[in-house]
């Protein structure tokens, strides 16, 4: 891509620009076909802080491309990548490059995270050109860490059982066992048919 096509090109956050939600909505789900109403209220979730959707356009106001960051609630440094589209009949062009680079300027100088993590199936050696590398699968799903003090008790609790026939000097019976789990080198693993990766920024 020349310098003059990267002049033409914005990267531009989707929810200041709401007139492209109908396109960016065609553009996902000409990729990855989805319920029209689902697609439009996710793509509305976006703000400034995140969920945020980045879209690519040029200087006739076409949609050219849309990349989503999600928050990572157990990696509260880091965000997720994910659906990371440019229009078919443009890829090529180094287009998603270029997008991906601004994602990641975004999150480094806007939102002042370290890390980035993403998942593929079949664009490995594009991310790995970009300087991601294979990781563990990661979770978007959850909460923060939730810190608090625990305040002395101000009462004293009544105990209505007797400790003696709890204990009865006998130990405690064993836990149950644990579920199956596909273990590895001591490491449990996650199923996954999708390729985790990530980048420091």
Wanted: glycine share 4%; charged share 20%.
């Amino acid at each position: 891509m020349e310098s003059q096509e990267i002049d033409k090109l914005s990267v531009l956050l989707l929810h200041h620009h709401p007139e492209f939600l109908r396109a960016c909505c065609d553009l996902i789900n000409d990729e990855w076909p989805r319920s029209e109403t689902a697609r439009m209220m996710s793509l509305q979730a976006s703000c400034d802080t995140l969920p945020t959707s980045l879209i690519l356009t040029n200087d006739k106001k076409d949609i050219l491309g849309h990349c989503k960051l999600t928050p990572i609630p157990a990696i509260p440094e880091s965000c997720f990548i994910e659906t990371v589209v440019i229009s078919k009949q443009l890829r090529g062009k180094k287009l998603g490059s270029h997008l991906m680079r601004k994602a990641e300027d975004y999150c480094k100088n806007v939102l002042n995270l370290e890390k980035v993590y993403l998942s593929t199936k079949g664009q490995e050696n594009f991310y790995a050109k970009l300087g991601y590398i294979i990781c563990e699968p990661v979770s978007i799903y959850g909460c923060k860490p939730i810190s608090f003090k625990l305040e002395p008790a101000s009462h004293k609790i009544e105990n209505s059982v007797p400790v003696s026939s709890i204990t009865n000097g006998m130990p405690p019976p064993p836990p149950p066992p644990m579920p199956m789990t596909n273990v590895n080198n001591n490491y449990v693993t996650m199923k996954s048919n999708k390729t985790y990766m990530f980048k420091y920024i």
